[in-house]
């Protein structure tokens, strides 16, 4: 029997596109039969959580059958101490994903406006999308830095979030302190800050700021933090925000109550608290990150300098053939047509030994293209 029906989604969803994410160790391994694959495409940590977070999920395993703290009681605890801020300023989330969502459904009415620089993460838009909110984006410039003059022309009357990601995904690139400060002093105070520093951590220069200090000293800013990347707890789903205690309130009306599972708050804790595995985190994408200018200069790939874990390079028309040709090889990275950017690829940075085989095998790549290249003039 055939049965049909009429159940119709909102409207506002059919601008919704589905999050197309990095694809997954195991598919790569199960599809091309693959011994050994490396997974460069979703900046996590390559070395792994830290060993006191594992201890202390092995403990907690006895409690699965409670539920979670609701507040996050003694999270907000540890990264209040960590962060010299008051828990009253935090909200824990399900991923800093989540969080976007709900700033979203906090915020955001139809018709409203969010201004994003562009290109950038693509939850933002999702957000936005979902409430039936508009997306403004405004060009990153060549050097793929922000315009402060371009975002402050964009705003209007409608205009309810400026996001900020710095550095911003996936370029690397970032909002110097400075000019944070001239962004906040300049906007209508109608208008809330979302500074998505998840990757914070990573940034080297002297002039980037976390954006915490804003918050510190009361602008209408919100700060996103992640425990998916620097701390390498992507699978547990933790992330938070910080922000004015009213912003805070405003946010958690529309939170779920068991939002956080009991590992992840447990884990999350350890992690801010172990600076020796942050320390070592840090190190070893620095490193990464010199080793694989140093290989990209050498093969006269252009690329943009990152302050985060990751690098955009420029691979030309070919970027898709070499990206598909490195999956093939088990070496997964992301194809920029995803930002719109067709001759780019996204590579995460990894271990000395996983970059080594990512070099490698892009060398090897790029000589067969040479000989096929020469054989076609001849
Ligand atoms: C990874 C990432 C996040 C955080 O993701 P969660 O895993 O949901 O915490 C937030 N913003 C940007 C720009 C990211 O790349």
Redesign the pocket.
């Known amino acids: 029997m055939n049965i049909i029906n009429h159940i119709k989604h909102r409207k506002a969803l059919d601008l919704v596109k589905p999050y197309i994410p990095g694809k997954p160790l195991w598919e790569v391994q199960k599809e091309l039969r693959l011994a050994r694959v490396i997974k460069l495409a979703?900046?996590e940590n390559p070395i792994g959580a830290s060993p006191n977070a594992l201890e202390v999920i092995s403990n907690s395993l006895t409690r699965l059958n409670r539920y979670p703290d609701a507040h996050a009681v003694e999270l907000k605890a540890a990264i209040a101490s960590n962060l010299s801020l008051t828990t009253k300023q935090l909200i824990i989330?399900?991923?800093?994903?989540?969080?976007?969502t709900l700033i979203s459904e906090t915020y955001l009415e139809a018709e409203d406006e969010i201004i994003v620089p562009s290109p950038?993460?693509s939850?933002y838009d999702f957000g936005a999308h979902l409430m039936g909110a508009k997306v403004v984006p405004v060009p990153l410039d060549n050097e793929y830095q922000f315009n402060i003059d371009l975002i402050l022309s964009a705003v209007t009357d409608r205009t309810k979030l400026v996001y900020i990601?710095s550095p911003?995904?996936p370029t690397g690139t970032y909002l110097p302190k400075s000019k944070l400060e001239e962004l906040l002093q300049s906007l209508p105070n109608h208008i809330l800050v979302v500074f998505?520093s998840?990757?914070s951590h990573f940034a080297t220069n002297e002039d980037y700021t976390n954006g915490l200090e804003y918050v510190r000293s009361g602008y209408p800013i919100i700060v996103?933090q992640?425990?998916?990347?620097i701390f390498g707890l992507?699978g547990l789903?933790?992330?938070f925000g910080v922000a004015p205690e009213n912003i805070i309130q405003s946010i958690v009306r529309v939170k779920e109550p068991f939002n956080v599972n009991s590992l992840a708050q447990v884990a999350a804790a350890a992690a801010i608290m172990d600076e020796e595995h942050v320390e070592k985190s840090k190190q070893v994408n620095t490193a990464g990150r010199q080793q694989l200018y140093k290989a990209f200069r050498e093969l006269g790939l252009e690329f943009i300098e990152s302050m985060s874990n990751f690098i955009l390079v420029k691979f030309g028309h070919n970027a898709n053939e070499i990206y598909q040709q490195l999956l093939c090889q088990g070496v997964i990275v992301r194809y920029g047509d995803t930002w719109g950017m067709p001759q780019h690829l996204r590579i995460s940075v990894g271990t000395a030994d996983e970059n080594t085989i990512l070099i490698e095998e892009i060398c090897s790549i790029m000589k067969r293209q040479l000989i096929h290249f020469k054989g076609e003039i001849k």
Request: one cysteine or more; glycine letters at 8%; aromatic letters at 10%.
């Open positions: 979703s900046n989330t399900n991923g800093a994903d989540e969080l976007i950038s993460f939850e990601c911003n995904n998505d998840a990757y996103l992640t425990f998916s990347k992507a789903r933790v992330g």
